[in-house]
Nanobody, 119 residues
Framework: QVQLVESGGGSVQAGGSLTLSCAVSGYTGGTNCIGWFRQAPGKEREGVARINGDGDVTAYADSVKGRFTISRDNAKRLVYLQLNGLKLEDTAMYYC????????????WGQGTQVTVSS
């Protein structure tokens, strides 16, 4: 069974940066693609960024393009999400998930890490 553990969240002022990490272990259900999602209070969970197994194919939500960067270190089994130019509307719980490659369809979730952006 897959285990995904997020870390790196915190509180930051608008314009600041954070780096989130997702530690992946166990069987990921036949997929090696990982996605980052977020859910703000009262809103639906949305896909933010995803990456394929080799790390050379990525996709981003329009709302974060040019500000967020997803990457991975397969030797360490870590997937990162670099958050730059943070805005108030980026405040949310961030989750990583094993996804069907090329889609936002997720099968297994981590427990999440909170990102709070203040003015």
């Amino acid at each position: 069974q897959v285990q995904l553990v997020e870390s790196g969240g915190g509180s930051v002022q608008a314009g600041g940066s954070l780096t989130l990490s997702c530690a992946v272990s166990g069987y990921t259900g036949g997929t090696n693609c990982i996605g980052w999602f977020r859910q703000a209070p009262g809103k639906e969970r949305e896909g933010v960024a995803r990456i394929n197994g080799d790390g050379d194919v990525t996709a981003y939500a329009d709302s974060v393009k040019g500000r967020f960067t997803i990457s991975r270190d397969n030797a360490k089994r870590l997937v990162y999400l670099q958050l730059n130019g943070l805005k108030l509307e980026d405040t949310a719980m961030y989750y990583c998930a094993a996804v069907v490659c090329g889609t936002w369809f997720s099968k297994s979730w981590g427990q999440g890490t909170q990102v709070t952006v203040s003015s």
